[in-house]
């Protein structure tokens, strides 16, 4: 270890490489400071402890490394797919030589604990590697024309400048679905960390700059100023895409903010989750997988279980089997490796988590595990159980973000169908039954972009990730998500003289 330890709570954490701690912005393949010289905290969500101050920068730095974009964009789109390909393979290879730190880095700053950001980085990893693969599969076609003496042709271009903004809850994977892509297929990238998270991203961008990214091509801009950044990206002209994962407000607002430069978009939004429990399931595996999907990440993605949704016959069963599953969790710093599960973000988080289970209980739910929201600076949440809830609930409509598990009832399929759709929200749902008539039927009949049946943990960089309705539009990750990243051309070559 070359870097002095460093005190995180009771836990001491260090990085094997400490210049992959990176706290300036990255622009043109340079690391800058804001020019305003202003900086901002990161904290600990275990700790509350201040772990970097970093550079904050605002809308004149947007602006340059947008121009740094568009300078470097068209002799890197003029390479070949495989010399493209190539430079990523090496920002994949550097991110999982240095996976520990990059781990560290995570948990230091997002709080999820240390297995779980060790499986993100190479989460994040797999989307480099598949998208520098499928940078090379980008194919066209001719089209058979009515005339004889001429030929359609399709080509996909890169869309040219991307501007990414990216969520907290994944610091690395939300960078690496969205940047590989682009890349792979010629375009260039200026990204917005989150200011909870931004050094994640920085480490990925040093990583990035070692494999021999061109200069301009992956630009980096933390802040604290969200707005002064967003405007720049969704307002200026050389800016042709905008891709955005977060909550549903801010996607609408981005939305109208791109609308004036009519940017092509990728909005991956929030959730509200169903877990469908029928009676002919399996309830040890339906109650592994609830508990997987509701408190992974201490319940912090979008496609998090927000609404356990248990047939009437069985709902004491798996509620007992469901609270002997978290009787085993224990809560803490991700850095202790006996711990099971982190911090949620912040203290206004836990506060907005508590005021959706005051609500609840206010209206007559039960806690039947859990419940303790610590006190002071803590972060932590006891994973929680709500039992007794109804449909007037705040917790049945909104997207819930911690680890608070309500459990509903229904009597008939048609019920447990109707219910899993009464939401504005269509990102991930789940459902439990052993019954392959049944399986299909409901997969078929629930509004979602994500169904997992008798699975919860079905995110990979193999999938069309991505909702309908208020969730959002388009798809990241597999052979689909490329596309967001392409213009379709079509050339009519004429008077062939044929
Ligand atoms: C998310 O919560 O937005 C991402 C979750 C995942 O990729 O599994």
């Known amino acids: 270890m070359s870097q002095a330890a460093q005190r995180s709570g009771t836990f001491v954490w260090s990085l094997n490489d400490p210049t992959l701690l990176r706290t300036q912005a990255y622009i043109d393949g340079k690391w800058v400071d804001a020019d305003s010289g202003e900086t901002f905290p990161v904290y600990n969500p275990a700790t509350h402890e201040v772990?970097?101050?970093?550079?904050?920068v605002g809308a004149g730095e947007t602006r340059r490394a947008i121009e740094a974009a568009e300078a470097a964009r068209h002799a890197w789109a003029a390479r070949?797919?495989?010399?493209?390909?190539?430079?990523?393979?090496?920002?994949?290879?550097?991110?999982?030589?240095?996976?520990?730190?990059l781990a560290v880095i995570m948990t230091v700053e997002q709080g999820k604990i240390l297995a779980e950001s060790r499986g993100e980085v190479a989460y994040a990893a797999s989307f480099i590697e598949w998208f520098a693969e499928e940078g090379k599969r980008v194919y066209g076609d001719v089209i058979p024309l009515a005339q004889t003496?001429?030929?359609?042709?399709?080509?996909?271009?890169?869309?040219?400048?991307?501007a990414a903004i990216t969520p907290w809850n994944f610091p690395s994977?939300?960078?690496?679905?969205k940047a590989?892509?682009?890349?792979?297929?010629g375009c260039a990238m200026v990204c917005k960390p989150p200011q909870e998270t931004p050094l994640s991203m920085t480490a990925l961008a040093e990583l990035a700059h070692r494999a021999g990214l061109p200069a301009g091509l992956l630009n980096v801009l933390p802040t604290s100023k969200?707005?002064?950044?967003?405007?720049?990206?969704?307002?200026?002209?050389?800016?042709?895409?905008?891709?955005?994962?977060?909550?549903?407000?801010?996607?609408?607002?981005?939305?109208?903010?791109?609308?004036?430069?009519?940017?092509r978009l990728s909005m991956e939004l929030g959730g509200n989750a169903p877990v469908i429990v029928f009676e002919d399931a399996d309830l040890d595996l339906a109650a592994a997988g609830a508990a997987a999907a509701k408190y992974r990440n201490s319940g912090q993605t979008c496609i998090c279980a927000n609404r356990i949704i248990v047939q009437d016959t069985i709902y004491d069963e798996f509620v007992e089997k469901l609270a002997a599953l978290v009787g085993t969790y224990k809560v803490g710093s991700g850095l202790d490796e006996s711990v099971t599960h982190g911090p949620v973000i912040t203290r206004k988080a836990l506060e907005d988590i508590k005021g959706l289970v005051d609500d609840a209980v206010e209206r007559g739910a039960t806690v039947v595990a859990g419940g303790d929201f610590g006190e002071g600076d803590s972060h932590l949440i006891e994973p929680t159980i709500l039992c007794n809830v109804t449909d007037d609930m705040r917790v049945f409509n909104e997207e819930i973000f911690g680890p608070v598990a309500p459990i509903f009832k229904f009597s008939t399929e048609e019920e447990a169908i109707a219910m899993a759709n009464d939401t504005e929200f269509g990102l991930a749902s789940y459902l439990y039954s052993n019954d392959?008539?049944?399986?299909?039927?409901?997969?078929?009949?629930?509004?979602?972009?994500?169904?997992?049946v008798n699975e919860t943990m079905i995110s990979s960089e193999?999938?069309?990730?991505?909702?309908?309705?208020?969730?959002g539009v388009g798809r990241e990750g597999s052979r689909y998500g490329i596309e967001e990243y392409l213009e379709l051309k079509y050339i009519c070559m004429g008077h062939l003289g044929q």
């Open 51 to 56: 772990v970097a101050e970093v550079a904050s």
């Open 80 to 101: 070949s797919a495989r010399e493209r390909s190539d430079v990523l393979k090496k920002w994949n290879d550097l991110m999982l030589e240095n996976l520990e730190d």
């Open 149 to 162: 003496d001429r030929r359609g042709i399709v080509i996909k271009q890169p869309v040219g400048v991307c």
């Open 173 to 177: 994977a939300m960078l690496t679905r």
């Open 180 to 185: 590989a892509p682009g890349l792979a297929v």
């Open 226 to 263: 969200a707005s002064a950044v967003g405007d720049e990206m969704c307002s200026n002209p050389t800016v042709r895409k905008l891709t955005f994962t977060g909550s549903t407000g801010v996607g609408k607002l981005l939305t109208r903010q791109c609308a004036d430069t009519m940017k």
């Open 436 to 452: 392959q008539g049944r399986c299909w039927r409901v997969a078929e009949a629930i509004d979602f972009g994500l169904v997992g």
């Open 462 to 471: 193999l999938i069309p990730f991505g909702g309908v309705k208020e969730s």
